[in-house]
């Protein structure tokens, strides 16, 4: 029989292959592990990457009324003519008549917008105390965005009022 030493012996070399014969297959599988650990985060990452874009641009497709109506408050381009014909037909359909009216522009930096560009618009209207209060809520619902800065007034001839606005009126 043999001896117990070289039984162990033996046991000792067999386990002593198998381990570093199967160590660096083991290294490779682990390293082969992480990676595919590391690219499944980055899929469920991406895809909720791509689910954020798909409801963002659903938000924006539902919100996109509103988005016009802004960029036509809120002009790129500061159309002086448009600005003068929607303050005359503010006043024609509130029953005042228009006299004189000018502008000016300005830069937004005293708003702390500084991209904003500011024009601000005097004008002088005729017409009753009724019809004034009646352009100042169309001013308010207006579809272009007014601020009415001042508005004064003199004593009624014959009834009529002779009013000097100024307006603001905003663009980017």
């Known amino acids: 029989m043999k001896s117990p030493l070289v039984r162990i012996s033996l046991v000792a070399l ?3 292959i198998g381990f570093f ?42 919100l996109q009324p509103q988005l016009e109506r802004l960029h ?3 002009p790129s381009f500061p159309s002086i003519p448009s600005l003068y014909n929607l303050i005359g037909d503010l006043g024609s359909t509130s029953g005042l008549l228009l006299n004189t009216i000018a ?9 702390a917008v500084p991209r904003l560009r500011v024009v601000e618009v005097s004008a002088t209207f005729e017409g009753s105390y009724e019809s004034m209060k009646k352009f100042l809520e169309n001013a308010k619902n207006a ?3 007014l601020r009415v800065e001042s508005v004064s ?3 009624p001839e014959d009834g009529v009022f002779a009013f000097h606005i100024r307006l603001s009126a905003f663009s980017y």
Request: hydrophobic share 40%; glycine share 6%; no cysteine.
């Open 103 to 111: 502008s000016t522009q300005a830069t937004g930096r005293e708003l």
């Open 72 to 74: 036509f408050a809120l």
């Open 21 to 62: 014969g199967t160590w660096p297959g083991y290294q490779t599988f682990m390293a082969l592990r992480r990676e595919l650990i590391q690219k499944e985060e980055e899929l469920r990452s991406a895809e909720k990457y791509s689910a954020d874009l798909h409801r963002a641009s659903q938000t924006f497709q539902t």
């Open 153 to 155: 007034f003199g004593a």
């Open 143 to 145: 579809p272009r965005f």
């Open 14 to 16: 067999i386990f002593a």
